[in-house]
C-alpha cells in the first residue's frame, strides 16, 4: 500500500497535524462495512457520495481510527473531504488486492 496521509487543518486552513497511516489487516466485516457505506457503484453523483458519507460519518471514522490511530475525534472533523475520499477508495482497492494474493487450493 502506498503512504498515506491524512491531513488535520486549522479554521485559516493551515495544517496543523499529519497523520501517516498504519498498515492493518481489515477484517472482512469492515471491508464490507465500508463497501455497504459508500456503495460508490450506485452513485451517480458527487452531491450523493457527499449524503452518503455524512449520513455514516461516525461508523467511517470507526473505520479509518484503526488505519489513522493517533486521529482524535476534533481531527476528523477538521479534515478535508477531497483528501479523505482518494484515502477510501485506496484502503478498499489495497485490501482486495492482498485478498487476491492469498493461494487459492482448487480443490475446493
Same mark, same amino acid.
Given at each position: ?8 487543518y486549522d479554521e485559516?486552513?493551515? +495544517? ?10 481489515? @477484517?472482512?466485516?469492515?471491508? @464490507?462495512?465500508?463497501? $455497504? ?23 467511517? +471514522? ?14 476528523? $472533523?477538521? +479534515? ?23 493461494p487459492n487450493d482448487?480443490?475446493?
Open positions: 500500500m502506498d503512504k498515506l496521509i491524512l491531513n488535520v485559516k486552513d493551515k +495544517i496543523i497535524k499529519t497523520s501517516e497511516a498504519q498498515l492493518v489487516d481489515l @477484517r472482512f466485516g469492515t471491508i @464490507r462495512s465500508l463497501m $455497504e457505506l459508500l456503495n460508490v457503484d450506485d452513485m451517480n453523483d458527487t452531491g450523493e457520495l457527499l449524503k452518503t458519507v455524512y449520513g455514516a460519518w461516525s461508523q467511517i +471514522i470507526a473505520i479509518l481510527g484503526r488505519v489513522f490511530p493517533d486521529m482524535t475525534d476534533e481531527d476528523w $472533523e477538521n +479534515i478535508k473531504l477531497s483528501e479523505l475520499l482518494p484515502i477510501l477508495v485506496v484502503i478498499l482497492k489495497s485490501s482486495f488486492a492482498h485478498i487476491l494474493t492469498i482448487s480443490k475446493n
